[in-house]
Structures are given as structure tokens and as C-alpha cells.
């Protein structure tokens, strides 16, 4: 099981990202798939999962987007309106198979 995560980068506030999450080793579809940051300092937080629907942090809630491609065994986290304070590591989870993947940085700064 391995889980890649890619995307991330140096965004001005009110820009937006897509975040990658490359599965391998099982199929992504039969799983509820979770994003998680961790901001400096800070202990690591749920943002939004997807299964047969679609849960979101009430801090993100209107503002991203997750969404998975079948074909590809990946899942996306699709960040508009970024703010300062979504300045984190982000990772991609799978609850029940315990994994992580190694977390793509995000920055919002001007």
C-alpha cells in the first residue's frame, strides 16, 4: 500500500491548488479516503474525506473540494479561496488500512 501525495506549493491568499493523491496496492474506490494537514506547531487535523459521500471540516467547508478518479486510483483535494491559515502539511489517510502518505506542503503567503 502506498499512498503519494504531490501539488503542493507557495500560493498567494484567495489562490486556489489541487492536491494529488496517488494510491497503489489496492484499489482507492473501495475505501473512504481522507485529507489531513498539520500546520507548524499544531497537531495534525481532519479536512474532508470521501466515501459514498463527502465530509468536510467546517473550517474548509465551502472552500474545497475532495474527489476521486476510478481510472487513475487517485483522490484530489481541490483548494479554492486559500487562506493564510491553511499553511500546512497535507497528507492523504486511509482509516482503515492505517496509511499515510508523506504530505505535500502547502504555504499561503503574499
Known amino acids: 500500500v502506498q499512498l503519494v501525495e504531490s501539488g503542493g506549493g507557495l500560493v498567494q491568499p484567495g489562490g486556489s491548488l489541487r492536491l494529488s493523491c496517488a494510491a497503489s496496492?489496492?484499489?482507492?474506490?473501495?475505501?473512504?479516503m481522507s485529507w489531513y494537514r498539520q500546520a507548524p506547531g499544531k497537531e495534525r487535523e481532519w479536512v474532508a474525506r470521501?466515501?459514498?459521500?463527502?465530509n468536510y471540516a467546517d473550517s474548509v467547508q465551502g472552500r474545497f473540494t475532495i474527489s476521486r478518479n476510478n481510472a487513475k486510483n487517485t483522490v484530489y483535494l481541490q483548494m479554492n479561496s486559500l487562506k493564510p491559515e491553511d499553511t500546512a502539511v497535507y497528507y492523504c489517510?486511509?482509516?482503515?488500512?492505517?496509511?499515510w502518505g508523506q504530505g505535500t506542503q502547502v504555504t499561503v503567503s503574499s
Open positions: 470521501i466515501g459514498r459521500t463527502t
Open positions: 496496492g489496492f484499489t482507492a474506490s473501495s475505501y473512504v
Open positions: 489517510h486511509v482509516p482503515s488500512l492505517g496509511s
